[in-house]
């Protein structure tokens, strides 16, 4: 089994910056590619970001390239997404995940075999 704790949310103004972090343990990490999620009450939950499993490969939602970035550090076990000039928009429940599968080169629901608990991202007007 895989663990995800996320942490780094809060409440911030439009334009501020975040950094998330995602601490993993229960397996080897250094061969799995992992993601970034978020969620709204009543909606489901969506695509932000993704690293390979090496870190040469990064892919993003439309909605935040540019402003986002995913990148890991294998060595302490843990993922980031530095998240710049926030939107009101980008308030969500932010999980990070963990694919089920070795060597994978990006992320996507169907490929997340474990999630975290989620931290709250608040961006005000």
């Known amino acids: 089994q895989v663990q995800l704790v996320e942490s780094g949310g809060g409440l911030v103004q439009a334009g501020a910056s975040l950094r998330l972090s995602c601490a993993a343990s229960g397996r080897t990490f250094s061969t799995s590619a992992m993601g970034w999620f978020r969620q709204n009450p009543g909606k489901e939950r969506e695509f932000v970001a993704a690293i390979s499993w090496n870190g040469e490969r990064t892919n993003y939602a439309d909605s935040v390239r540019g402003r986002f970035t995913i990148s890991r550090d294998n060595g302490k076990n843990t993922i980031y997404l530095q998240m710049n000039s926030l939107k009101p928009e980008d308030t969500a429940v932010y999980y990070c995940?963990?694919?089920?599968?070795?060597?994978?080169?990006?992320?996507?629901?169907?490929?997340?075999?474990?999630w975290g608990q989620g931290t709250q991202v608040t961006v005000s007007s």
């Open positions: 995940a963990a694919d089920r599968l070795r060597y994978g080169l990006t992320m996507t629901t169907n490929r997340a075999g474990y």
